[in-house]
């Protein structure tokens, strides 16, 4: 399959002051004003912001490499993931960052959307933004997100072929590679929505 080709919506894409992007270590962008702390005070000083709704409709890429031809670890240490084994399906990605308040918000929504999806669609979380996995272990394990299939993009290499340039964002891929990139304050609701109209197609 070709890298996926953005033509869908996309949903209040950058959330949150603390979450705008900037630049991280392993030459992924990051966001501007990340704070260096990683306490829990330091995430709950933080504000989710409202969300908003922009819409945008965007044409075809020109022909790319594969989004989807990537080797990860997973977040958990428990082996590697082939990008290849979920090419040519319906999937959900979730783009997060361990630091980030929105995407421990967008967690139990994910959660409650998983329970509801059409049969065969997955979600696959792709954690960046930190070259530090056992941070995102701590993540993993706080948001009780154990279930998804949870992918540590310790380089950004992942990002970038999918064009994600900030966390808490949720990529929804149909099996022909057309793409809707979903942001901060998607609910439930139409993250299935997402996922049944491509389960259509």
């Not at 290849?84 to 421990?104: E, G, H, K, S």
């Not at 059409?118 to 933004?129: D, T, Y």
């Not at 994600?164 to 929804?172: F, R």
Request: proline share 5%; hydrophobic share 40%; charged share 20%.
């Amino acid at each position: 399959m070709r890298r996926a080709t953005m033509v869908g919506a996309t949903i209040g894409v950058l959330a949150l002051a603390g979450c705008a992007t900037g630049e991280a270590e392993g030459g992924t962008t990051a966001a501007e004003g990340t704070p260096s702390e990683t306490s829990a005070e330091a995430m709950d000083a933080m504000e989710t912001p409202e969300p908003h709704v922009t819409l945008t409709t965007q044409s075809p890429e020109p022909e790319a490499d594969n989004a989807f031809a990537f080797t990860a670890p997973t977040v958990m240490g428990d082996g590697t993931f082939d990008g290849l084994t979920i090419d040519d399906t319906d999937v959900i990605l979730w783009f997060w960052a361990p630091w980030c308040p929105t995407c421990v918000a967008e967690a139990p929504i994910l959660l409650d959307a998983a329970d509801r999806l059409p049969a065969g669609i997955e979600i696959v979380g792709i954690a960046g933004l930190s070259g530090d996995q056992s941070f995102m272990q701590e993540f993993v394990e706080m948001t009780g997100t154990e279930s998804f299939t949870q992918v540590a993009d310790l380089d950004g290499s992942i990002w970038r072929g999918f064009d994600v340039s900030s966390q808490a964002t949720i990529v929804v891929v149909d099996d022909s590679g057309d793409a809707y990139t979903l942001g901060a304050g998607t609910t439930a609701d139409e993250l299935v929505e997402y996922a049944e109209k491509i389960a259509a197609t």
